[in-house]
């Protein structure tokens, strides 16, 4: 899959900030594998067997990276489209990962918003939500994921993530989404733990533990999430958007927001 910025409304994204949004895509999806994989570790410790394939929720990570057209004959003028979201390729700089086929009995399915909590009554919903409550509390409450969506394959209880957003306490924002702090307490507040959260010791939001003083290894931790966000980048304005996802499968092309 081929991804870009494309406009939204009347909001136009740039040449450089269309680099610098999938930058903050690629890294986000990153550190969603970051805690995918620490949130794996936590169920071994405890000894809990989630309800996915080989007992792992993962993100679109592998493979996924970012490129750049290096003729500008591919680009179609904006001139010759009837609209500029209409053509395939808006920009030089993209951002691809690997095509999840529905073919293959996947089903996509939403489990959050970007402000939204999610409350989910599925299995896999569930394990979801498990998941969001661990990264707020492996990030020391300075991180939650939200918008979380993927690809679920019923047969083999096979779960992808991808596209999330996130809210953050860090000095860099992990993108124009990131609302900061207040959207943590809002997690925080509303978040209902489920039989998972507690099978996993996750500590109820509701109430709300003194924060214990991180070891070495937390605060060495913390720092290696925050070094993947606190890439140094040009400052710019940030509006509303949207990614524009081009899926080749077969010589066909499909569109998908």
């Not at 406009?7 to 040449?15: A, H, K, S, V």
């Not at 990131?178 to 943590?184: M, S, T, V």
Request: some cysteine; glycine content about 8%.
């Amino acid at each position: 899959a081929i991804l870009q910025m494309a406009p939204l409304g009347n909001y136009d994204c740039t040449e450089d900030q269309n680099a610098r949004y999938l930058v903050d895509e690629l890294k986000l999806i990153f550190l969603g594998q970051y805690f995918a994989e620490s949130f794996a570790r936590r169920a071994a410790t405890y000894h809990v067997e989630l309800p996915s394939a080989n007992n792992y929720v993962r993100f679109n990570a592998e493979g996924t990276f970012i490129g750049e057209i290096d003729t500008f004959d591919m680009l179609w003028p904006q001139s010759l489209a009837v609209a500029a979201d209409e053509r395939t390729v808006l920009f030089q700089t993209f951002l691809a990962s690997p095509l999840i086929k529905k073919s293959a009995g996947y089903d996509e399915q939403k489990f959050s918003g970007a402000l939204q909590i999610g409350h989910n009554g599925t299995v896999i919903g569930q394990a979801v939500d498990a998941f969001a409550h661990h990264v707020l509390l492996d990030s020391l409450r300075t991180c939650v994921l939200v918008d979380l969506q993927g690809e679920f394959l019923h047969t083999f209880f096979i779960v992808i993530l991808f596209d999330p957003q996130a809210h953050s306490d860090w000095d860099s924002k992990t993108g124009f989404w990131d609302k900061g702090k207040p959207e943590i307490d809002v997690f925080e507040a509303e978040h209902k733990c489920n039989a998972l959260c507690r099978s996993l010791g996750l500590v109820s939001s509701d109430k709300r533990p003194a924060v214990k003083q991180p070891t070495g290894t937390q605060t060495r931790n913390r720092m290696a999430v925050e070094n993947l966000v606190n890439l140094e980048r040009k400052k710019g304005g940030a509006g509303s958007s949207k990614m524009t996802s081009i899926m080749v499968e077969s010589g066909s092309s499909e569109e998908s927001v």
